[in-house]
T-cell receptor, first 115, second 109 residues
């Protein structure tokens, strides 16, 4: 099973809402990632969890809060977002930490619209 | 991270081989070359990676030049489903993966 699942597929939220994105993998991977992708642009790394610890935070605003409850689950908590945060949010996982010979497997993404 | 340069777009006739080039002239010895693709509105898909030697799997072949400053991804018999943005990425030594702008491959019937 090489599947990374993400829920929900689509999310519309107001600027005062609090919502969460969920990502799950059952491949035994020890690194998980959040990326943000704006239309017609490449994915941009937001966070990396390695062995359930936050190892990379790409200076992401605090209105995005990641959480890794266990090795299979990754959440992204959203609060007080801005319309410019509307994007496709991608989750990925890999057998080991970033770099090296560990390819990443991506989920289908959550399309987020902030109104 | 080593920077990669790819042509912004390419066309390929269906059934023909698609050869996608990538320049990575500043690659260092412990860095791998990875290829991913992203079909419209889907998550990126891993294709192949290599360090020094040429590699082949069920999806594609990766040819890396001897000086490792460039590589070519080969899709041997392109189909319409191969229409996508193809990203060449160089990473290694626990560096994060950084996507460049990629090559938009259009397979033409």
């Amino acid at each position: 099973d090489t599947e990374v699942t993400q829920t929900p597929k689509h999310l519309v939220m107001g600027m005062t809402n609090k919502k969460s994105l969920k990502c799950e993998q059952h491949m035994g991977h020890r690194a998980m990632y959040w990326y943000k992708q704006k239309a017609k642009k490449p994915p941009e790394l937001m966070f990396v969890y390695s062995y359930e610890k936050l190892s990379i935070n790409e200076s992401v605003p605090s209105r995005f809060s990641p959480e890794c409850p266990n090795s299979s689950l990754l959440n992204l908590h959203l609060h007080a977002l801005q319309p410019e945060d509307s994007a496709l949010y991608l989750c990925a996982s890999s057998r080991g930490p970033p770099g090296g010979a560990y390819e990443q497997y991506f989920g289908p993404g959550t399309r987020l619209t902030v109104t | 991270d080593a920077k990669t340069t790819q042509p912004p777009s390419m066309d390929c006739a269906e059934g023909r081989a698609a050869n996608l080039p990538c320049n990575h002239s500043t690659i260092s010895g412990n860095e791998y070359v990875y290829w991913y693709r992203q079909i419209h509105s889907q998550g990126p898909q891993y294709i192949i990676h290599g360090l020094k030697n040429n590699e082949t799997n069920e999806m594609a072949s990766l040819i890396i030049t001897e000086d490792r400053k460039s590589s070519t991804l080969i899709l041997p018999h392109a189909t319409l489903r191969d229409t996508a943005v193809y990203y060449c990425i160089v990473t290694g030594g626990y560096q994060k993966v950084t996507f460049g702008t990629g090559t938009k491959l259009q397979v033409i019937p």
